[in-house]
């Protein structure tokens, strides 16, 4: 089956009401802090619940949110995991004193489940080009300090990569970081960019930007690294899938591409389920 059939199916799956509640799902990239900061986080737990969620992992960027998503696992057991890192967008002169805050999250009772989200992002930098070089400067500063934190703590890493594929993948290549633990969260490169991640034994993590009609690249890439190697995520409150896109994404919004991407592998909802769910449990080492 070609991409676009296998595209042409997965979204009349995606609008066949085929979910069932009863399979359950993690998502593997949400921020919560936001959800927490208006007093929606009880709700927005709920409907997560209640559309077959069984785990998330609130994902850390910066000081600000480690704490909360901290004390959101911790008044959520089982049903929320959290992440610590310093993302690169947050990346400013005092990275250093930021970055050397991380350890000791993993000397507590409540240990995050990877580090990150942490990389490059060539997108969003400064027009002006001395602004530029200085500022990415200082993310490939912080990116290097994570990946030997990584290294030495032996946990999985969380990669934010946007414009920067190929300088992600030698860093973490110079770093000596287990490949087998690296995910790129929010994939959004072509099969031959995932090409280069598998044969290293990295994972692709996919949003809902998999269900967009123009995402025949990504929805290739993820074909190529296979329903054996695949993760789901919301990336909420961004990039919400169809049928919902163009309004805020919550992490009870992952069943949608969860059955779109069922109908894109051609498998049963409670297969891609089954898979993803096993997946994400045995990448960042879950709790049955």
């Not at 998330?56 to 049903?79: F, H, K, S, Y």
């Not at 912080?142 to 594929?165: M, Y």
């Not at 034994?201 to 890439?221: D, L, Q």
């Not at 949608?256 to 994400?280: I, K, M, P």
């Amino acid at each position: 089956m070609c991409v676009q059939e296998a595209g042409a199916k997965a979204l009349a799956s995606l609008f066949s009401g085929g979910f069932n509640a009863g399979m359950g799902l993690i998502d593997t990239h949400t921020h919560l802090d936001s959800f927490a900061h208006r007093g929606e986080l009880p709700a927005t737990l709920q409907r997560a619940a209640q559309e077959g969620l069984e785990a998330m992992v609130a994902i850390g960027t910066d000081t600000d949110d480690w704490t909360l998503n901290r004390e959101l696992a911790r008044e959520n057991p089982g049903q929320v995991h959290y992440t610590v890192g310093l993302h690169p967008c947050n990346v400013g002169t005092d990275w250093a004193e930021r970055v050397a805050q991380l350890e000791e999250f993993w000397s507590g009772p409540l240990l995050p489940v990877a580090l990150g989200e942490t990389g490059l992002d060539r997108f969003h930098l400064p027009k002006e080009p001395v602004e530029a070089e200085k500022v990415i400067g200082w993310q490939k500063a912080a990116f290097t300090e994570q990946l030997a934190l990584t290294k030495r703590l032996g946990c999985p890493l969380v990669v934010h990569s946007r414009g920067a594929f190929a300088e992600c993948v030698a860093m973490i290549d110079a770093s000596g970081v287990d490949w087998s633990r690296v995910v790129f969260h929010c994939f959004t490169e072509t099969p031959a960019e995932m090409a280069e991640l598998t044969k290293r034994g990295g994972y692709g993590s996919f949003t809902g930007v998999i269900t967009y009609k123009n995402a025949e690249p990504v929805r290739a890439a993820a074909l190529a690294q296979g329903l054996d190697r695949l993760m789901i995520e919301t990336d909420a409150p961004y990039l919400t899938p169809m049928p919902h896109r163009g309004k805020p994404n919550e992490p009870a919004y992952l069943r949608h591409t969860a059955e779109y991407c069922a109908g894109l592998f051609g498998v049963s909802y409670e297969r891609l389920a089954a898979v993803t769910t096993a997946n994400a449990r045995k990448f960042f080492r879950l709790p049955a």
